[in-house]
């Protein structure tokens, strides 16, 4: 079975029931299923790529990253202390 390959300039109408656009090729509406055979209006519509994440995005996902890994290492350490104190002093 052959694939069918779409790009950014293949026609697109607007569904007259819910206003979403689809593929000029469509029978029905892929969102409410409304009847798309009668008269279709040719859109223009561009592909949504996602956005790659900022520069501080990354930054401030990284520097929370190493806060966490210390707060976590500074609990262990203070975990052991509280242990070294309760054998010393049951001993």
Known sequence: ?????????SP???????GRE????????????????EEKEIV???LALPKEPSTLRVLGI???SIAVAIAFSFAVVVA???????????A
């Open 1 to 9: 079975m052959a694939e069918q390959s779409t790009s950014q300039s």
């Open 12 to 18: 697109m109408i607007r569904c007259e029931e819910c």
């Open 22 to 37: 689809n593929y000029a090729f469509a029978d029905k509406c892929w969102l409410c299923q409304g009847n798309l055979s």
């Open 44 to 46: 223009d519509a561009e």
């Open 62 to 64: 990284v520097l929370g």
């Open 80 to 90: 052991l202390f509280v242990m070294c104190i309760v054998v010393l002093t049951n």
